[in-house]
């Protein structure tokens, strides 16, 4: 690929998908007319760089108009409010419809409608708070170190590709997204959905796995520590790629999940002391038995995710540290401060 349809490409993946052919016939129009036939790279470097940056060029061609969040977050920012809008309203009415499986309220079937619109309504505001949030302080701290458009730039920034080793998967960003929406709504909002379920003739005997009145004391840190993920997860959908200031976020982020979590389950803290002993009574074994096995399990699940986190945390010093050019990883670091 010639630098002719690097520069073309790094143009139009700024702009939305209607504008992005009809930008490229012009942009290549452009710099058809400022070459003689049969140019020099040397002449093609020299029409390049009086054409600029390629962000700024891509402003030329995007009339659509930005509120709210500036144009270098736009399009992520919608992007990820669409999907925590619609994790949030999936998870409210799901668990809306569950509690009145287990737990039919009186009403009848219009109580039951107007409790599916609320919880659909509340789910979609309780996202776009979270994610705008999110977004105006990456915006605010320029967390992303987004290239500034007047700085000096060269046809030879075109060709400097981050490795492939360092980019980060969008999938893998959504789908943290998503199970941090959905486990955090649930903990929040409807946390005896965690429980022990048996059926007893015509009716569910719920035994919350989880101490509900302690819950309640850790909920604040639950939220920063939400907060903190689909923060981490917006920026490396932003960023694309590793840099040494979102390996340092992400380790910070890692350490503050599990010493949440090790701080929840230590001592069983946030156990429900009933739940040995209803499970034993319906199964027909001791309580001892049950209190054990519940045991071995807390500290299986404790080395998980110590294990979890450390894994995640050393990747991308890992990765950072083979495929990524030592000057360029801390330039990365110094533009995002």
Known sequence: ????????????????QENKAEAARTLRSQIAEKLPPNPSDEEVRRVLEELGNPRQQAKNFDTRQRYLIGPEYYDSYISILKLVVGILITVMLVVTVLHWIIAPPSG??????????????????????WVTIVFAIIERNKLTAPPVLDQAWTPDDLSKEKSAKL????????????????????????PELFSFFSRSGDTWNVVPILNLARLQDFIPLILVIAFLELGISSWKIIAGHWNMSLAFANLGRNLATMALSLTMLWNRAIINPNLAG?????????????????????????????????????????????????????????DTW
Do not use: C, H
């Open 278 to 334: 209803a499970i034993s009574q319906y199964f027909g074994f001791s309580t001892a038995a049950i209190d054990r096995s519940i045991g071995i399990a807390i500290w299986v699940l404790i080395a998980i995710i110590i294990v979890a986190a450390l894994i995640d945390s050393i990747i991308p010093f890992a990765k950072l540290a083979r495929y990524s050019d030592r000057r360029d990883t801390w330039s990365d670091r110094r």
């Open 1 to 16: 690929m010639n630098l002719i349809d690097l520069y073309v490409e790094a143009v139009i993946k700024f702009l939305p």
């Open 167 to 190: 980019r980060i998967k969008r999938s893998d960003a959504f789908v943290s997204i998503f199970f941090t929406v959905a486990f955090t709504a649930i903990l929040i909002f409807r």
């Open 108 to 129: 009848g079937i219009i109580k039951f409608i107007v409790d599916l619109i609320l919880s659909a309504v509340n789910g979609a505001i309780q996202a776009a708070a």
